[in-house]
């Protein structure tokens, strides 16, 4: 299955909403679709996983929604903290796992 | 406290050989499933291999016949060898830990592995 996110950059002021897309070539079940923030220098962490639960200790401004083949991530108000890349990742046929090429949320 | 410490990331020659080691604290490698993926330099992550807790192993098509998983339980490693380096294998690798429902919820800091002549 290949994931493909959009747009490939996103400009934002700190308050806007950001509305992150994720397609995938195939159906992807809810329950194994997921979401992670990465920042320079530093590991990806998990966000979201099963289309929209937030992970422990995500603050409530992220949201994760979507089905069948088109995920989507909001941010409803973006904090300075938020600026940064963003992957989709996916679990399906084996071998298994893939990442999207991500989204740069990015300060206008 | 939870924590995945990678090490062995050198630079290496095309076709050389190399073994990554993650060092797990505060849970067992055996206890759940453990992943490594790679990213390159300026690139998205990529997921390399996974071993589960009752022993599965597989891996991406990109690195099958070269790359093995392993661990080590009671000295709670994950090992990642890696045999017939390429120069596209150079990457950042990352050990992860498999958390609920096929997501990756704790991140090593990564060992870099570069592969040139």
């Known amino acids: 299955i290949v994931l493909t996110q959009s747009p490939g950059t996103l400009s934002l002021s700190p308050g806007e909403r950001a509305t992150l897309s994720c397609r995938a070539s195939q159906t992807v079940s809810n329950s194994y679709l997921a979401w992670y923030q990465q920042k320079p220098g530093q590991a990806p962490r998990l966000l979201i996983h099963?289309?929209?639960y937030r992970a422990t200790g995500i603050p409530d401004r992220f949201s994760g929604s979507g089905s069948g083949t088109d995920f989507t991530l909001t941010i409803s108000r973006l904090e300075p903290e938020d600026f940064a890349m963003y992957y989709c990742?996916?679990?399906?046929?084996?071998?298994?796992?893939?990442f999207g090429p991500g989204t740069k949320v990015y300060v206008k | 406290e939870v924590q995945l410490v990678e090490s062995g990331g050198d630079l290496v020659r095309p076709g050389g050989s190399l073994r990554l080691s993650c060092a797990a604290s505060g849970f067992s490698v055996s206890d759940t499933y453990m992943s490594w993926v790679r990213q390159a330099p300026g690139k998205g992550p990529e997921w390399v291999s996974v071993?589960?807790?009752?022993?599965?192993?597989y891996y991406a098509d990109a690195v099958k016949g070269r790359f093995i998983i392993s661990r080590h339980e009671s000295e709670s490693t994950l090992y990642l060898q890696l045999n017939s380096l390429r120069p596209e294998d150079t990457a950042l690798y990352y050990c992860v830990r498999g958390g609920g429902v096929y997501v990756f919820d704790i991140w090593g800091q990564g060992t870099m592995v570069t592969v040139s002549s």
């Open positions: 099963g289309t929209s």
């Open positions: 071993i589960y807790s009752g022993g599965s192993r």
């Open positions: 990742q996916q679990y399906g046929p084996l071998p298994g796992f893939t």
